[in-house]
């Protein structure tokens, strides 16, 4: 069923977020025409804070990013990301991440999945020319995380392009503070904590999108350099509403946990620039939505 299918290829796109989460050749938005971004900005008594919908694999053509995105940037004295993106690149975070990501001793992927599964995953991951017995210790999260990857990278995209990088290495090189709303091992704990039956029945449906998965960037690509926010939740975010617990623990839940972080820096006439999914940005219960309630002035830029 399509509903479903989308569902599934887009929760996969989404949970890239750990690897550091289009259409082929995207159309450059400081040169299209398009009058939003996938930028709001919420402002209190004296302090301003920019909201920047990321994603988290783009090809580099996709740069220079719109006007309105360089300029809070620029406006801001502090980054903060869903994680510190310094934080995943210790040799212990690695440690960490395949301590969580691999099967116990023991354990192979042949023995925790279905027949009908491991004989799908067996023939797409023969397909794609790799070696079943290397990924035999791979969690079935993991190995869906690391599917979709191979793949993007296969179409040109990669984590290094991505919105988050992209200003995260120029925070860097200004020497502006980035911060951090969660923490990798938080993330990985996220994701390892998804059921048994979640996890095998989203790797299936990954191997069934694998080929799709560049058709449906292009969409979610188009919608977001144009700011189109209805569309970005439709595409994103509609499909989770058949797994109303994924969506809480994936979604929802993170946005709530965020929104005192987040209002921390409405305080001292300080200007900061969040950047997050852009998943986490639309739709009634993304952070945009939660900051109106809340009282503050937000607009889109």
């Known amino acids: 069923m399509r509903h479903r299918n ?34 709001w900005r919420a402002v209190s008594r004296d302090s301003t804070v920019y909201l920047l919908g990321s994603v988290h694999l783009l090809k580099p053509d996709i740069y220079p990013l719109s006007e309105a995105m360089e300029r809070a940037f620029v406006d801001s004295s502090k980054l903060v ?19 969580k990501a691999l099967l116990p001793e023991g354990k192979t992927l ?52 991505g919105v988050d990088r992209h200003f995260f290495e ?6 502006k503070d980035v911060l951090g709303l969660e923490t990798a091992d938080f993330q990985l704990n996220l994701l390892d904590s998804l059921p048994a039956r979640s996890q095998e029945e989203s790797l299936l449906q990954t ?17 977001w350099a144009a700011g189109q926010e209805k569309q970005l939740n439709d595409l994103l975010l509609q499909s989770f509403k058949e797994y109303p617990d994924i969506y809480a623990k994936l979604i929802s839940e993170r946005n709530r946990n965020w929104l005192p972080k987040i209002e921390s820096h409405f305080q001292g ?32 830029l």
Not at 170 to 175: N, P
């Open 170 to 175: 120029r925070a860097r090189k200004a020497k």
């Open 269 to 300: 006439g300080s200007k900061t620039l969040v950047v997050v999914g852009a998943a986490h940005l639309v739709g009634p219960d993304g952070v945009v939505e939660l900051l109106k309630q809340k009282g503050y002035s937000v607009e889109q």
């Open 81 to 99: 990301l869903e994680v510190n993106l310094d934080s995943l690149n210790s040799p212990d975070a690695q440690q960490i991440m395949l301590a």
């Open 110 to 161: 042949i023995e925790i999945l279905s027949p009908a599964t491991y004989q799908a995953v067996r023939q797409k991951v023969e397909a794609l020319g790799l070696d079943i017995e290397a990924l035999q210790r791979m969690k079935p999260w993991f190995l869906s995380l690391s599917l979709v990857a191979m793949k993007m990278q296969q179409l040109g995209y990669e984590a290094q392009h």
């Open 207 to 223: 191997l069934k999108e694998l080929d799709q998965f560049e058709t449906e960037f292009e969409q979610i690509m188009r919608a």
């Open 6 to 39: 989308r569902f599934q290829g887009t929760v996969w796109l989404l949970l890239l977020l750990v690897l550091r989460t289009s259409e082929t050749t995207p159309q450059n938005p400081s040169q299209a025409p398009v009058k939003k971004s996938c930028l």
